[in-house]
């Protein structure tokens, strides 16, 4: 993977951002053929505008984004797809240490082919949550957020099955060294904390329409020697997936559910205060053997069992 982030007049009345990014995903499949495993490449950049009047007390950015999803064998390049997602956030800080938050997006999803699987559709997605982000004590900090979403996705085939819910999450942090001031943006800058919270959200899946996913997790990082970082990280999640319909529009077995387990160390040395060295750890696991039919009959089904581990070296530039 490779990324860049390019803020434009930071602390400014009007100010903007860049960013891109390239991600190499590796998923393998139980299809016997080794060369059907759902490797793909995403591609994505985006691009905003801030507004900070009151001397950053209040900001607003709308922002723009678009990512390709290609996959690498021709197997799945049905599957291939964009999305073009409009971003507004915004944040007032109407107490020194507390902020009224906002986030919503607009997403437009297009898959390129028009082969694609007849139970896939393109669609529209939105989500929007307003909280609260505050120092509650020099030593606990609190996020709380909370909205709506909702995916307007159209299959060619059976009756559209979207997501409508409440999305949110809540978290509490605590600080081992006294915090007079929130932290700045949502990584910690000099800053030793623990965390632990909850999540709601949804996605666009290929099995099915979307999925929603319930996350708790627990997070540390740390900072010693004033050049290394230590983050680690993990959580338990719970996936469920609506009841989806087969190629020739016969209803699939209910709704289905999944829960897996995430883990995630980084470590990072920094030779000066613009250039890191770091290494990733990721762990992922489906815990349970959870069959999904493809086919009204037969052995078509996907085994959605599996254990990944992924290691990363990296470097981040500072500008």
């Known amino acids: 993977m490779a990324g860049l982030a390019l803020g434009i007049f930071p602390g400014r009345t009007w100010g903007g951002d860049l960013s891109a990014d390239y991600n190499r995903i590796i998923e393998a499949s139980n299809d016997p053929d080794t060369n ?53 956030a915004g944040s007032w800080k109407f107490l020194p240490r507390t902020a009224l938050l906002y986030r919503g997006n607009i997403s437009w999803l297009e898959y390129t082919s028009s082969n694609r699987p007849l139970t896939l559709g393109d669609g529209q997605s939105f989500d929007s949550q307003i909280g609260i982000n505050g120092l509650i004590s020099n030593y606990f900090g609190v996020l709380g957020m909370i909205g709506w979403a909702g995916t307007f996705y159209e299959p060619q085939v059976g009756t559209p099955q979207n997501f409508d819910s409440v999305v949110g ?28 919270g909850y999540t709601r959200n949804f996605g666009a899946s290929y099995l099915g329409t979307y999925y929603q996913r319930d996350r708790g997790y627990l997070t540390t990082t740390y900072f010693f020697g004033e050049r290394f970082v230590l983050n680690i990280g993990g959580g338990l999640s719970h996936i469920s997936r609506p009841a989806s319909f087969f190629e020739d529009a016969s209803l699939q077995a209910p709704a289905s559910e999944e829960n897996r387990v995430d883990a995630t160390a980084f470590l990072e040395y920094r030779l000066s205060g613009s250039v890191g060295i770091n290494t990733t750890f990721r762990y ?21 069992k599996f254990n990944r581990y992924q290691v990363y070296l990296g470097v981040r530039w500072f500008l």
């Open 169 to 196: 999450q809540a978290q509490l942090t605590w600080y081992p060294s006294p915090q007079r001031q929130l932290p700045q943006g949502e990584a910690p800058v000099g800053l030793s904390s623990v965390a632990v």
């Open 36 to 88: 059907n495993a759902y490797r793909r490449d995403s591609i994505r950049g985006g691009a905003g505008i801030v507004w900070r009047p009151g001397g950053g007390l209040f900001s607003w950015r709308l922002g723009y984004q678009a990512n390709a999803t290609l996959f690498e064998t021709d197997a799945f390049s049905n599957l291939n797809n964009i999305r073009h997602t409009f971003q507004l």
């Open 284 to 304: 992922d696991a489906e815990l349970e053997h959870r069959v999904y039919a493809l086919a009204p009959t037969g052995t078509a089904a996907d085994d959605l």
